[in-house]
């Protein structure tokens, strides 16, 4: 059916026409944001980034300052570290808890507890009574419930991985 001589293709085509018009105009303002926002940070250095190791967005408290009594700075192997075959040396062994090195020795550790945690997590099957087991925010907020577990488990199962790491990059065995 034409309205007053144009056809329905011609005003579909005109329709389409303007919604790619008006798609391309929004991908080119957002291609001059982000252009800008890049002009903005050629400055910054990743010394400007984070002091505290830590990604932008992190919700997780991590490990600074977990430990900061003085027998931390003197603290022993524990776990694996204690029993590997590098610390079973005639050598005394010590390990600086307080320090950066360990602090990213124990993000390390709670990397692979995370890496751990997520196969086994994939072993399992859901079920549901409702049908949002597959939703957006569930996975969310299941991930963010797996991060604080696996830093629990670092904090406080001393598999000594962490441990292991710090003498090994300390130059200790």
């Avoid at 005109?14 to 929004?26: K, R, V």
């Amino acid at each position: 059916m034409a309205v007053s001589g144009i056809s329905n293709t011609q005003i579909t085509g005109t329709l389409s026409n303007g919604n790619f018009a008006l798609t391309n105009a929004q991908q080119k303002s957002e291609s001059s944001k982000f252009e800008s926002l890049l002009k903005q940070m050629s400055g910054v250095s990743s010394s400007n980034v984070s002091t505290s190791h830590r990604l932008n967005g992190d919700y997780t408290k991590g490990f600074e300052g977990s430990y900061t009594s003085e027998s931390d700075k003197t603290a022993s192997p524990r776990g694996f570290a204690s029993n590997s075959s590098s610390v079973n040396t005639n050598k005394k062994i010590t390990i600086d808890r307080t320090s950066q090195l360990y602090e990213q020795s124990m993000e390390m550790e709670n990397y692979l507890v995370k890496m751990m945690l997520s196969s086994m997590r994939n072993t399992i099957t859901h079920t549901s009574l409702s049908n949002d087991e597959n939703s957006f925010a569930r996975k969310m907020y299941e991930d963010m419930m797996y991060d604080n577990v696996s830093e629990s488990i670092t904090k406080n199962a001393g598999f000594g991985i962490a441990d292991q790491i710090y003498i090994e990059l300390s130059g200790q065995r």
